[in-house]
């Protein structure tokens, strides 16, 4: 079974710089894709960025420039450094995995059968 454990969540200042962690376990070989997801107050969960087998990434248009996904298999480890945070940036993050080989890899929540429960960031202006 995989399971995955988010961290790194926090309250910070607009400008400010936050890099989540998600320790992922039960998933061995790392052939499909990995992704963060946040619900921000009053929105539904939306992609935030996604990275495949192949480290090919794709990100949030509102995201693109300031936040970089990436992945440590030794360490079972995805991580997500955020930059530049703005208060819009504000909710709960989430990490996914589709453990199953893909050809490509996309933002929708559909694709992902496994997930965190979710660290908080919080940015105020």
């Known amino acids: ?23 992922v376990s039960g998933y061995r070989h790392w052939v499909g894709c990995l992704a963060w997801f946040r619900q921000g107050p009053g929105h539904e969960r939306e992609g935030v960025a996604v990275i495949s087998n192949s480290d090919t990434t794709s990100y949030k248009d509102s995201v693109k420039g300031r936040f970089t996904i990436s992945k440590d298999k ?29 050809l490509q890899c996309s933002l929708g929540e559909s694709g992902f059968p496994y997930w965190g429960q979710g660290t908080q960031v919080t940015v105020s202006s």
């Open 1 to 23: 079974e995989v399971q995955l454990v988010e961290s790194g969540g926090d309250s910070v200042q607009a400008g400010g710089s936050l890099r989540l962690s998600c320790v």
């Open 74 to 102: 030794a360490k079972n480890t995805l991580y997500l450094q955020m930059n530049a945070l703005k208060p819009e940036d504000s909710g709960l993050y989430y990490c996914a995995v589709n453990p199953y080989f893909s």
